[in-house]
């Protein structure tokens, strides 16, 4: 076994999901069980209840992963020791954004880490919005790009990056791109392109049910990419921030339907736990990310 494989099963046993478990550690759910029964066979014990429905650690597999935890966190303690005559800053830095984020959001923030901590390792993670703050707060990442609450996160410290309001798009090849009268006439007219789960859903939901408003859901997904994908069939009008149409390969595909003031704007930036904790070689990755931040701000203005 090598430290490659305790990573994913320490992974695998804090999701009990294969899938998504696979999808943390950038391999297929077949290739995760293979990896899992070869750690099974070296360690001469079943590490893992497997059924349809569900995951789970058997006792053997709960002394293996704390075994598994003990030796990464030995690892990772024994490399910044051996790092200490140097000072030059070293490690991954685990950051979740959106696809749209990746092109829109964290340039700026790549270009003042490459240039400032170049033996920084940055290691992204994609995934819808929604998925940012558990991201955050289960400590898969150190930052993460998200649509900010306007009640805000105890746990949570944020930096404003820019606010988008959001918009309904419909293909400009499609049925819905001529729709007149007020938001309430737009959502009663088409069929809508919704997110599962995320602060858009909650407004949309909060508002539809203020105005008792009946709308008619084609598709629901994760994700402002794979809405628009759905949208682009002509299958609806997808909600999604105005920051996703104005970058990237979207530009002249869709027609814009406002949403006016019914579901307001997007405050979009960078989160990261309030809580510094982790090794050394974390908390200075950590005051790292602060001292780029507080550079960009200014600019983000």
Known sequence: MDFYELDAF????ETLNFSKAAD???????ALSR?????EEEAGAALLDRDNRRVSLTERGKKFLAFAREAVTKRKGLLEEFSKGSDLLSGDLKVYASVTACYTILPPFIK?????????RLSVQTGGEA?????????RVLLAVAAIPEEGNAAIESTNVIKTPLIYAASADGPWTKLDGSPQDIVSSAPLVLPKTGLARKRFDKWTKSRNVKPKIAAETEGNEALLAIAQLGLGIALVPRIVLENGPYQGKFVIHEAG???????????RKKEISGTQNERKLRAAVEEILSDLEADFK
């Open 112 to 120: 003042a880490l490459s240039q400032k901590y170049p033996a920084v």
């Open 24 to 30: 943390l550690c950038a391999m297929s759910p077949s």
């Open 10 to 13: 320490i992974t695998l046993a």
């Open 35 to 39: 990896m899992v029964a070869r750690l």
């Open 131 to 139: 998925g940012a703050f558990n991201a955050v707060k289960e400590g």
């Open 261 to 271: 003031n019914a579901l307001g704007y997007y405050d979009v930036g960078f989160i």
